[in-house]
T-cell receptor, first 113, second 110 residues
Framework: DADVTQTPRNRITKTGKRIMLECSQTKGHDRMYWYRQDPGLGLRLIYYSFDVKDINKGEISDGYSVSRQAQAKFSLSLESAIPNQTALYFC????????????FGPGTRLTVL | DQQVKQNSPSLSVQEGRISILNCDYTNSMFDYFLWYKKYPAEGPTFLISISSIKDKNEDGRFTVFLNKSAKHLSLHIVPSQPGDSAVYFCAASWTGKLIFGQGTELSVKP
């Protein structure tokens, strides 16, 4: 089984709908991250969490919210989806301050019509 | 303002030759640099990293070089193989976060 899983893998929705993307990990890592990938822009950080009680905005948090329900679960919500939120979304985890490597999930392809 | 830049969107190399992927950064506070590889329909996977206090790190066919004075790092793949064809992202670490470049798509032709 994969260490970092994301659901759904693909989603098509309409403008104005509320969408939740879920991330679960079995690595036992404290730190979790949400990124979006757009062509030509690389991966940009949306939100991150260093533990269950810690939530921080990233580079592009407007229009998004997150919930850290447990150490293993970190959800990303689009309160009212708009077409320019069409992108690939990745969740990642990291063990702690000593190691810099982040482990990524397989991604969710979101299309907002 | 893009703090980490990969100025070449694509690179094509013949199998067996060297692939050199480049990355420039602007923030001298970055303490670690990483390279990730991404295949279509998959998440990025970690490839190799280097601390800001080093100038070279090697792992098999992959070597990363860091030139702090020029704020430049590069990834060398020798010899290149068709299975290396993927998008490569460089990333810089700072305050527990990673800042990614735009990516370079490497195509290794048989």
């Amino acid at each position: 089984d994969a260490d970092v899983t994301q659901t759904p893998r693909n989603r098509i929705t309409k403008t104005g709908k509320r969408i939740m993307l879920e991330c679960s990990q079995t690595k036992g890592h404290d730190r979790m991250y949400w990124y979006r990938q757009d062509p030509g822009l690389g991966l940009r950080l949306i939100y991150y969490s260093f533990d269950v009680k810690d939530i921080n905005k990233g580079e592009i948090s407007d229009g998004y919210s997150v919930s850290r329900q447990a150490q293993a679960k970190f959800s990303l919500s689009l309160e009212s989806a708009i077409p320019n939120q069409t992108a690939l979304y990745f969740c990642a985890t990291r063990t702690g301050p000593t190691y810099n490597e982040q482990f990524f999930g397989p991604g969710t392809r979101l299309t907002v019509l | 303002d893009q703090q980490v830049k990969q100025n070449s969107p694509s690179l094509s190399v013949q199998e067996g030759r060297i692939s050199i992927l480049n990355c420039d950064y602007t923030n001298s506070m970055f303490d670690y640099f990483l390279w990730y590889k991404k295949y279509p329909a998959e998440g990025p996977t970690f490839l190799i990293s280097i601390s800001s206090i080093k100038d070279k790190n090697e792992d098999g066919r992959f070597t990363v070089f860091l030139n702090k004075s020029a704020k430049h790092l590069s990834l060398h793949i020798v010899p290149s193989q068709p299975g290396d064809s993927a998008v490569y992202f460089c990333a810089a670490s700072w305050t527990g976060k990673l800042i990614f470049g735009q990516g370079t798509e490497l195509s290794v032709k048989p």
